[in-house]
């Protein structure tokens, strides 16, 4: 989502900033579910977690 090439907290950083700025760009729909939410937060989480 940073575009650093890591899945890391700066990735939800970035996705909650897009929540915050009201964006709808694709590449902060991590879960796929055309929304950009707090569920794209939770995606991030997990993926974080799952390394």
Known sequence: ???DGKVDVG??????EAI????T????DV????????GDVNAVLEAILSL
């Open 31 to 38: 879960n796929g579910d055309s929304k950009v939410d707090v």
């Open 1 to 3: 989502m940073n575009s």
């Open 25 to 28: 760009e694709s590449k902060f």
């Open 20 to 23: 915050l700025a009201g964006s």
């Open 11 to 16: 990735d939800v950083n970035a996705v909650l």
